[in-house]
């Protein structure tokens, strides 16, 4: 899919299908007024039927009308007063997902011909674009039907302000990096576990190295693992038949010998549960488990692909936690890179016990940040569901950064705390602590546990178990986080 801003206005461009906004009730927006006049008054005509009143994110097409655009396309965006970035969004995702049903080969989207109220032009090219390719994604499922005939929507042109022309394309650039980032998060995550092993996400690690100058990969297998001494890594993965890996993704297009900042991304290829053995209903979802691993390769192939003036880590372990008669036990003492012993109290707590050892590994590259991504638990599924990640740091600093990113990239994130009282729960009587405390605060302790891995280090945890996929029958990757580490990276120089 091509994308290009243009300042051309709507009665002069020329194309298959003209999108212009209408608030409620039944208002044009300048641009929709300019269109009618092109078109006879084609649309006057349809406001005055009462055929369309202009609702948030309700669309109606007009066929044959006279002048430039073949087709017109009135997108709602709802009443003006109050009118902004989430009814934009709307209109943006209600436009393309009539776009891509239907014959149009091209289209000029005038939605932000105008300002949006408390959307800057270059975030308002940069999420039409995210948008339109998130709706054009398409699970590569393995249905052995005919496929579905691809959309014919090949160019979409934005219309803003001729002053706003150099923004919108800095936020086309920047949105075709992200959307490729979150496509590629969302492939490697909707793959099904038998697929995606350790060993498919290293070889998918090396691939993104050789599409992009400037990514280096590397994988440790299980005997390199050994001797970094990541017991508690090593102890997940036992259970399994299928090897670990620890993959190094390292993109540098930030100054040379600039300190990186380090992602760490949970790469659970599938969570059973291991001895502590999960209920069988919703178990398939555990294949989502690599998620924060995805979002690590998803930001990577985002930031290469945009040419970001940044250095990056990406460190993920990945493996599978299985129960057999290998695995890992209940009440099992293991001792972490860092040297600190657990004792596994439940092999189901998973995450944190290879996120830890990663966390250690990380601080080879002396990172001016760390910033782990999992979909660490279900606790946090419950406090935050689907909308919000959940967004853990000690760092106030870190913590505002990472929220305002979230917000900018409307791909949220909410804070809850990191402190000792809760830390404190993870006591244990035979090791240094356990992995796992009460039912109380589970995501926060899950959080605390990481956090006594990073002494000395700046870091924050972003919890993804409830935003990275949908369930039911929209099941499926989101390519969340990659929006909001993005927009993080790219804007702290
Ligand atoms: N991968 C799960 C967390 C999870 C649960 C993600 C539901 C997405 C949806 C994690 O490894 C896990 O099993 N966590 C346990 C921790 C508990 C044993 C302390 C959980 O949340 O139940
Ligand atoms: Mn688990
Ligand atoms: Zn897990």
Redesign the pocket.
Known sequence: MQFYATGATAARQKTACAIVGIHEPATMTAAARELDRAAGGAIGRVLRRGDFRGKAGEVLPIMGARGPAERILLAGLGARKGYGRKAYRRAVVAVTQWLAKGGAGNAVSYLAAEAVPGLEPYYAARQALESVESALYRIPDLKSGRKPPRPKLARFGIAVAKADLEAARRGIRHGRGIAAGMALTRDLANLPANVCTPTYLAGRARQLAREHKGVRARALDVRAIRRLKMGSFLSVTRGSDEPPRLIVLEYRGGRRGAAPVALVG?G?TF?T?GI?L?QPP?MD??K??MSGAASVFGAVKALATMGAAVNVVGVVPACE?MPSGRATKPGDIVRSMAGKTIEVL?T????RLILCDAISYARRYRPRAVVDI????????IALGSHYCGLFSPDETLAAALAAAGERADDRAWRMPVAEEYAELLKSNFADMA???G?EA??I??ACFLWKFTDGLRWAHLDI??A??LTGSQKGSTGRPVPLLVDWLIHRD
């Open positions: 949970k659970v969570d549960g502590s999960k919703g979802e555990m989502f488990d936690n439940n189901d707590a998973e995450g999992a979909t660490l638990t279900g606790a946090c599924v992995n796992v405390a039912r589970g995501a302790t899950a178990a409830g990275a996929y």
